[in-house]
Each structure stands twice: as structure tokens, then as C-alpha cells.
T-cell receptor
Framework: DGGITQSPKYLFRKEGQNVTLSCEQNLNHDAMYWYRQDPGQGLRLIYYSQIVNDFQKGDIAEGYSVSREKKESFPLTVTSAQKNPTAFYLC?????????????FGPGTRLTVL | GIQVEQSPPDLILQEGANSTLRCNFSDSVNNLQWFHQNPWGQLINLFY???GTKQNGRLSATTVATERYSLLYISSSQTTDSGVYFCAVVPYQTGANNLFFGTGTRLTVIP
């Protein structure tokens, strides 16, 4: 089945640790996005990538890093510099067409800092 | 940046009732999507509707881009409709094409 997968579903991190969240898609989409959701809020953009080996910061990129070595994969690393990392993280992707811009989301990863 | 406001913030309905959710946005948009976030957090695409009207079963949506609002209609609500409904937009002429989200409408349908 085509879709977007994220792993793990739940992740617990100790203070000072870096952790990496996985996002994979087999939809042949060009652009991929990472969003963060805090309780009772909408989603905010962390990073995005429109093509392989290129990515750009979103509104809340501080304390996060990404890579885009393959079209299908866009992992997010939450570093120890992120002051408040406990949140729900969602990955999205879309086909890069000028006239159609629908984004699709993965199931998310819940990160908790202990 | 663009502002996206959703109303009402909370809505409680008896099963079988109809409802209208509203999304106002402060600037021109290229894209508008409605999502349903289920209790497990999954965002389910309901409509991609930068303008016009679409229907899918008991749900329909209308976007009036010139007046900067969109409406989501839910008819004959069911308990499985419960969850949070988000409106999200892509501002006109943005390079990232990322979505800007409202804070959602939390819908509870009681039997």
C-alpha cells in the first residue's frame, strides 16, 4: 500500500539526548515536511524539503536538524538544544505540481522527555 | 504571517444533528485543506478545496476565496465524527507551500 510511515509511534528521551524520528513515503512525492503539534494547538512547521539534498527551516527550526539523502526519506533529529521537545510530531508529503498542492500526513510520533 | 481562525472552538452535538464549522483566513491562499484528527492523532484528509464546493458523503465544504472563508458541513452526525477538525491554508505566493493551521474545532457527538 502507498503511504507515509513514521516510527517509532512513541519515543521517550532523557534530558541531554539526541533522538531521531523516521519518516518514509512511497508515494513518489517530491516535497516533505515536518510539523510539531502541542496540546490544544494546530501544527507548526519545523523543516521542509522540496528536493533531495536540499531543505529549509520553517518557523520553529531551532533545536532540530534534518537530512534528505533519498527522495523517500526525511528523518528529523531532535537535539539537546531543543528546550521543550515534548510534543506530537507529524511528517507530511506532497507531489510538486503547480496546480495541485494537497498534503498528506503520516500517523505521527509522540515524543516525551523524561 | 497569515492568520487562520476557526469557530466554534468546541461543539457538542446529539447524534443525527447537523453542524457547520467555519474557517476565516487573513490573506489570499493557494490551497485550503480540511482535516479530521482522530483520537490517535492521525490527520485524515477531508477536502482539498482552495475554492468552490465539494461533497463527500455526509460531509461537504465550501470555500469563498474572495471573502477569505471556508465552511465545513457535517450532516447526520455520528459518534465516529468526534475529534478535532482543522482548517489549514497555504498563503498565496509562498515558496515553501507549507500549511498554516488554525487551532481547530473539537467536535463531540453524543449518542
Amino acid at each position: 500500500d502507498g503511504g507515509i510511515t513514521q516510527s517509532p509511534k512513541y519515543l521517550f528521551r532523557k534530558e541531554g539526548q539526541n533522538v531521531t524520528l523516521s519518516c518514509e513515503q512511497n508515494l513518489n512525492h517530491d516535497a516533505m515536511y515536518w510539523y510539531r503539534q502541542d496540546p490544544g494547538q494546530g501544527l507548526r512547521l519545523i523543516y521542509y524539503s522540496q528536493i533531495v539534498n536540499d531543505f529549509q527551516k520553517g518557523d520553529i527550526a531551532e533545536g532540530y536538524s534534518v537530512s534528505r539523502e533519498k527522495k523517500e526519506s526525511f528523518p528529523l533529529t531532535v537535539t539537546s538544544a531543543q528546550k521543550n521537545p515534548t510534543a506530537f510530531y507529524l511528517c507530511a508529503s506532497k507531489k510538486f505540481e503547480s496546480s495541485y498542492n494537497e498534503q498528506f500526513f503520516g500517523p505521527g510520533t509522540r515524543l516525551t522527555v523524561l | 504571517g497569515i492568520q487562520v481562525e476557526q469557530s466554534p472552538p468546541d461543539l457538542i452535538l446529539q447524534e443525527g444533528a447537523n453542524s457547520t464549522l467555519r474557517c476565516n483566513f487573513s490573506d489570499s491562499v493557494n490551497n485550503l485543506q480540511w482535516f479530521h484528527q482522530n483520537p490517535w492523532g492521525q490527520l485524515i484528509n477531508l477536502f482539498y478545496i482552495p475554492s468552490g464546493t465539494k461533497q463527500n458523503g455526509r460531509l461537504s465544504a465550501t470555500t469563498v476565496a474572495t471573502e477569505r472563508y471556508s465552511l465545513l458541513y457535517i450532516s447526520s452526525s455520528q459518534t465516529t465524527d468526534s475529534g478535532v477538525y482543522f482548517c489549514a491554508v497555504v498563503p498565496y505566493q509562498t515558496g515553501a507551500n507549507n500549511l498554516f493551521f488554525g487551532t481547530g474545532t473539537r467536535l463531540t457527538v453524543i449518542p
